[in-house]
């Protein structure tokens, strides 16, 4: 009989998705490319069990948002989670983190924070930019851990605008072809501004990376969870 590759077969991971529809599958990829990166996993048997609830929420790209009906949506997909009997939550939408601390409190199981992963992750003295929802950006939370990494922030209205019709094409699933030059124009764009890192706080984005070469480097946000998912499941006791 095979023996599992690793000690946790009873303990669940939630992933508390949906936001955007389109990037719940991509994510779930990262998490098994992460088990078998970290711990080998090469048989059904070898992976965790997994809850994914897809979360339909009140966001839009194109019209103002009430945040306390969004925040309200993510609290009762987080703790509705919870109760269906998971360990360890990650939540691959960098928008809902603007509400982290009010939607884990009183959570009584881990969840990871994917601002704190991807923070780790820039190189100091850098200079970057944030490729994310309006909603991210105005709520500051990738700021402060970028000016306490000595970093330069550069943020264009113009590379705003093409980022949020990208967005809106892929929840739209819109001709691909389409967003792939909206994209190309956008990168050149960061590359004349001389970026060293792009900071890819959009899940729904992971759609259109997984179908081109990019020229610039990037940190991705969903990556970093993922990565930090797999490392957290396996320390679970």
């Not at 000690?7 to 936001?19: C, D, E, F, H």
């Not at 779930?28 to 996993?41: K, N, P, S, W």
């Amino acid at each position: 009989m095979h023996k599992n590759k690793h000690n946790n077969t009873m303990k669940r991971i939630g992933i508390l998705a949906g936001m955007g529809p389109r990037s719940t599958s991509p994510f779930l990829e990262m998490v098994l490319d992460e088990c078998q990166i970290q711990y080998g996993a090469k048989y059904d048997i070898d992976y965790p069990h997994m809850m994914i609830y897809s979360l339909p929420t009140p966001f839009y790209i194109d019209r103002e948002v009430d945040e306390t009906a969004l925040k309200n949506y993510i609290k009762t997909g987080l703790n509705n989670l919870v109760e269906a009997g998971v360990d360890i939550v990650a939540i691959p939408c960098n928008s809902a983190h603007k509400y982290f601390e009010a939607i884990t409190e009183g959570v009584t199981v881990p969840v990871l924070n994917i601002v704190d992963e991807a923070l780790d992750a820039i190189p100091e003295n850098s200079k970057v930019a944030i490729l994310s929802t309006e909603l991210t950006f105005n709520s500051g939370i990738y700021q402060k851990g970028i000016s306490a990494k000595m970093c330069t922030l550069i943020h264009e209205s113009e590379w705003q605008q093409s980022v949020n019709a990208i967005i809106m094409k892929i929840k739209a699933n819109e001709d691909i072809k389409e967003i792939i030059g909206l994209w190309h124009r956008l990168e050149r764009q960061l590359l004349d501004a001389q970026i060293d890192f792009v900071i890819l706080a959009c899940t729904d984005l992971n759609v259109l990376f997984d179908k081109i070469d990019l020229k610039i480097k990037i940190i991705d946000t969903s990556k970093k969870l993922a990565q930090a998912l797999v490392k957290n499941y396996l320390l679970l006791e």
